[in-house]
């Protein structure tokens, strides 16, 4: 018997082979092969820094500070070598990092992070093992939550073909892969552990959820886009359907206690001056507003208006804490008044997108922690939703690409762009006639602006002029993605509200 799914989309077909009772068995293990395949093909090319002394790139930094750490006390992490990518990430990075430099250090090769000398490295070996590190890290971390995700929502799309597809276009995320696997990072750890708590709150396990999360924190402050929404939603389950004075106690002694953990060394050498350094190096507001051209809210005005001529440096804080807070207080209100699960996802990314926009700070690769959540929505198998998620996605990898475009990886960029929307058929537009043509003009301007960029220089007047553009058209996209999530909030949390009403009427 032929299934439906033959003559399908092409993630579709892939799937429909592993359908029938017998190879079911193979579906994860193959799927799991074809990531690993494709996170190699990606590393096979250029990442950042590569052959460009003298401070090299973010695979310096990464490879430096298993250096740091293998070879320096903890007392000294965050204050050694500052000049030469100093530390700036939280305790669990570091203790990541040890724990591969130990392991590169001992088992394969001293040379990769021996003391100073190692400073810019770029063996082929070495490439290896740290591009490995990553791939491990993402296979151990981020795909199990994410497979867990998609299962706990299977009941809604029951078909083995339709509910598996979604989840290979969740896990081939083009954004993440490029990122953590060409221009080299570990955002996998960090929202691998994102998700391990989204799945324990899915499993009403608040005081793992709320262990796991810490640790997220602990190893990227960028979780910090997050933090919100999981506070009004465990606050939500404190106090709904009755206040639960024991969870709130619960949850709070683990926050304190995880922490504690965690900053355990620098507590004991010295709470009063070197806990607050430490986390001063984590917070450097002194870097100002923005770094490099970054597709938010205030590197789009200062196109126009320079806020940094009309503002003090502690003005414009203000005001970008003033601006996050009103973003992300309707999502986190709703998640709050209404703790259940099925707004988990739309409530965090919205809240995420609101950081994104709004804080201060914001480096371009900030975009892969709203970006992850808005694609898991697609497990939850509306349709409807996919034009939007298409879109979210598709604006994520263009304002990528000046960056890739800096780290030579054009040819990966594009290849892994085009794979993702054509496996999924990705290039699909919303029935609302004043959605759709929204939509293809946002297509439209990506596409010309990509000419431009690539076959037609700038003029010398103008150096970034394409850049700018880019700058403009991303943040307007991710605008309406912040819009697109919250309307649908709103519209899903409205229709909990009125079911609560009708019960409580009954």
Known sequence: MVSKFENGIPVQQFVSRFQSYSSKFLFFPCLLMSLVFMQWLISIGSYSGRNSPPMYGDFEAQRHWMELTLHSPVSKWYFEDLEWWGLDYPPLTAYVSLLFGFIGHYFFDPKWFAHISSRGFESLDLKLYMRATVILSHLLILVPPLIFYSKWWSRR??????RNALLVMVLFQPALLLIDHG????????????????ANLLKNQYVIATFLFCLALSFKQMTLYFAPSIFAYLLGVCFKPHFQFSRLLGLGITVITTFCI?????????????LPQVVHRMFPFARGLFEDKVANFWCAVNTLFKVKEYFTMKQLQSLSLLFTLISILPSCSVLFLYPRKRLLALGFANAAWGFFLFSFQVHEKSVLIPLLLTSVILCHGHSTTKSWIALANNVGMFSLWPLLKKDNLGLQFFTVLFMWNWIGHMFVFSKNIIF???QISFYLAMVILFALDIFVAPPSRYP?????????LSFAGFLIIYLWTLSRLLYISSKLSTDL????RA
């Open 157 to 162: 799309v029951p078909d083995f073909v339709e």
């Open 183 to 198: 221009h080299f990072q570990y955002n996998c750890v960090m929202l691998g552990l994102v998700m391990y708590a989204i």
């Open 262 to 274: 965690v900053f355990s060394p620098w507590i004991y050498i010295d709470f009063k001056v070197q």
């Open 436 to 438: 759709r043509y929204l």
């Open 464 to 472: 970034d002029l394409w850049v700018v553009l880019n700058v403009i």
């Open 501 to 504: 009403g009708m019960k409580k």
